[in-house]
């Protein structure tokens, strides 16, 4: 089964406002990574969380993690008409598997 | 190059043909992986090479797909007899280490959009 999960599915913001998204998970994790996808191509990798960190922030991007409820938030600040894109969560499984478990991805537009 | 390339960027066949996708990662990152993304999906884990043996096949969704990785450096994903469901952007990816215990940073290619007719 899916391991992470984004909410909302879809997020319709004006330009300048702020944009929150979260992500769960089922299985404890070593860490957390979170990528933007433009027009269904390639992934870019926006951050990544440890699992004994709890915030981070890159520019204009914060990321929270909460172990003990298993989420996490990306906190996108005075957003741009750029920022239009898919965001998704990545985990890996605490041991072994090297593979990231992608969520179903928040699809963001920014209007003007 | 500097980032994870691949090869074709589009690709349509007809139902009943192989296919033969390419990643190139990026020059020294010793684990390479597959994923396959289905329209307005999220990505779906195929395979993970470390070098050239390939520990985690636990994603290729049948033996219809294989691949395989030559000199620690470019990948093949090869479909054979290729059906509808398979259509897909084929993404790859790559990292610096991928030691049991621990994921680094993946670094994604542009995809491969494969149609199947």
């Known amino acids: 089964s899916q391991q992470g999960e984004e909410d909302p599915q879809a997020l319709s913001i004006q330009e300048g406002e702020n944009a929150t998204m979260n992500c769960s998970y089922k299985?404890?994790?070593?860490?957390l990574q979170w990528y933007r996808q433009n027009s269904g191509r390639g992934l870019v990798h926006l951050i990544l969380?440890?699992?004994?960190?709890r915030e981070k922030h890159s520019g204009r991007l914060r990321v929270t993690l909460d172990t003990s409820k298993k989420s996490s938030s990306l906190l996108i600040t005075a957003s741009r008409a750029a920022d239009t894109a898919s965001y998704f969560c990545?985990?890996?499984?605490?041991?072994?598997?090297?593979?990231?478990?992608f969520g179903q991805g928040t699809r963001l537009t920014i209007n003007p | 190059g500097a980032g994870v390339s691949q090869s074709p960027s589009n690709k349509v066949t007809e139902k009943g043909k192989d296919v033969e996708l390419r990643c190139d990662p990026i020059?020294?990152?010793?684990?390479l992986y597959w994923y396959r993304q289905s329209l307005g999906q999220g990505l779906e884990f195929l395979i993970y090479?470390?070098?050239?043996?390939?520990?985690?096949k636990s994603g290729l969704p049948s033996d219809r797909f294989s691949a395989e990785r030559t000199g620690g450096s470019v990948s093949t994903l090869t479909i054979q007899r290729t059906q509808q469901e398979d259509s897909a952007v084929y993404l790859c990816?790559?990292?610096?280490?991928?030691?049991?215990?621990?994921?680094?940073?993946?670094?994604f290619g542009p995809g491969t959009r494969l149609t199947v007719l």
């Open positions: 990816a790559s990292s610096l280490a991928g030691v049991a215990g621990d994921t680094d940073t993946q670094y």
């Open positions: 299985t404890s994790i070593n860490n």
């Open positions: 969380i440890r699992s004994n960190e």
């Open positions: 990545a985990t890996d499984a605490l041991r072994g598997a090297q593979k990231l478990v």
């Open positions: 020059s020294g990152h010793t684990a």
């Open positions: 090479f470390q070098g050239n043996s390939a520990p985690d």
